[in-house]
């Protein structure tokens, strides 16, 4: 095999700050929910971060927009000072914002780095990203604004027409799979799944290849989920944000993050693990002790919330707990790989997918070659397989990982 000479693995499925990738609509839920659980609790604390975003959630500049909107609302209330919960994103975001508007602000963040699932690893010298990679809805993305400003050199990924190395069907019309797939999703009730649909039409697939319904659905939605189908909402499972204009960001998304968190007062290593809110403010408790503030903004994700990660005192209203119990978030784990040798073929997508062993085990994979010239791959993994790859030291997973996509360009089919 390609001797492999740099590797790095992430975890989000067993972080206990992120507790999963990216959040996503259960099968009671709708995109109300998030709105719901984004909205402010009295006066003194309110929700942010991804989640909470109704169109752009899952992604950096969702997080990035509801940190801004939760810091003007706290702003404009007149509260002089103001806690915020975690230093992704939207927590950085947030407190920039309320910084700009003459607001004393101070972020509590339980990791010993800001970023939040915008981290990566450096391999020889230059930054891949092992969380967030791409600059999605690019044209209309307020960090590929930020990115432009600072200069930073971006690559394209072309989602809709990647190399697909092995499992590809023969005459697979995308297009149509998903136009249909689309119709009959938004045909189904509330309370049904993806799986519940896919399963009906699989049973009666008429003209459509069965196989070719799988191998869109374990690449459109297992891969952008990372959630078991018979768990994501049919109607608004399937959310949009991949292939619309992506680029990724050389030397990686640390570059955004270092400057966000320029000038912004970030204690490191303060989890948080208590929020108390009262008639006169707000207090944070945590180990290393506590914070007293006129307002407080949350950003911490939905799966830290769902795991009661923080005692909120009075408890979270009705209404946000509703919304949290129909959210949920899912599974995708990245890995970083750089070989001696490169051994894969030049693509101008630049992305390769590859399907198999068997149905919903899906890897894609993005030559990150141009980053600085060496061969460089990030493997992007979801589907029931993860439990078995993701097992052992991590110099046990890179090299099965490595082992997938070897066979996968030695033997394309
Ligand atoms: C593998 C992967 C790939 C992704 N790919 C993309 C992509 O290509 N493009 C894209 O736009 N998005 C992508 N995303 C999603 C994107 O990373 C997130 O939507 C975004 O970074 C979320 O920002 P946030 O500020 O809302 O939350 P987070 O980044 O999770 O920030 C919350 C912060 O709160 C902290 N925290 C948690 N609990 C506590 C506590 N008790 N006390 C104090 N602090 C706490 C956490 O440590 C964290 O720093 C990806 C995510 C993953 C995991």
Same mark, same amino acid.
């Given at each position: 095999m390609t001797t492999l000479t740099g590797y790095a693995v992430s975890h989000w499925g067993d972080d206990p700050w992120a507790r999963g990738s990216w959040s996503l609509i259960g099968r009671d839920g709708t995109p109300d929910d998030r709105s719901a659980l984004g909205a402010p609790i009295g006066t003194r604390l309110r929700l942010a971060g991804e =989640?909470?975003?109704? =169109?752009? =959630?899952?992604m950096t500049h969702g997080a990035y927009e509801q940190g801004v909107a939760a810091a003007v609302w706290a702003a404009g209330l007149g509260h002089a000072r103001v806690g915020v919960v975690g230093a992704g994103i939207a927590g950085l975001a947030a407190a920039r914002a309320l910084s700009a508007r003459g607001v004393d602000v101070q972020v509590w963040e339980a990791?010993?780095?800001?970023?939040g699932r915008t981290t990566g690893a450096e391999i020889g010298g230059t930054g891949f990203d092992l969380g967030a990679n791409w600059l999605q809805q690019y044209d209309e993305n307020v960090l590929a604004r930020l990115a432009e400003k600072l200069s930073l050199r971006t690559v394209p990924t072309d989602f809709h027409d990647p190399l697909v190395l092995t499992g590809a069907v023969p005459g697979f019309a995308p297009d149509a799979i998903e136009a249909e797939l689309r119709a009959r999703l938004q045909a189904a009730?509330?309370?049904?799944?993806i799986a519940d649909v896919l399963d009906e039409w699989l049973r009666d697939p008429g003209p459509w290849d069965p196989r070719a319904i799988r191998r869109f659905v374990d690449a459109e939605i297992v891969m952008d989920s990372g959630a078991p189908l018979s768990w994501l909402s049919a109607r608004y499972g399937f959310e949009p944000g991949v292939g619309e204009g992506d680029r990724w960001i050389v030397g990686g998304y640390r570059l955004l993050v270092d400057h966000l968190a320029e000038g912004v007062d970030v204690r490191l290593g303060h989890p948080v693990s208590r929020i108390l809110t009262d008639a006169g403010g707000v207090t944070l408790l945590g180990e290393t002790g506590s914070l007293r503030a006129d307002a407080v903004i949350v950003t911490v994700p939905v799966g830290v919330l769902a795991a009661d990660g923080i005692e909120f005192d009075p408890p979270l209203p009705a209404t946000h707990r509703t919304a949290l119990s129909h959210l949920g978030m899912g599974r995708v784990e990245k890995v970083i790989l750089r070989f001696g040798t490169r051994f894969w073929p030049s693509h101008p997508a630049g992305y390769f997918r590859v399907h198999g062993p068997a149905d919903t085990c899906i890897s894609e994979w993005l030559d990150a070659t141009p980053a600085d010239g060496r061969p460089t791959l990030v493997g992007l993994f979801a589907g029931d397989w993860l439990d078995d790859l993701w097992a052992g030291p991590d110099a046990t997973i890179a090299a099965r990982a490595a082992a997938v996509i070897t066979r996968a360009v030695a033997t394309p089919a």
């Open positions: =989640a909470t975003h109704p =169109a752009r =959630a899952g990791r010993d780095r800001p970023g009730p509330v309370g049904s799944s």
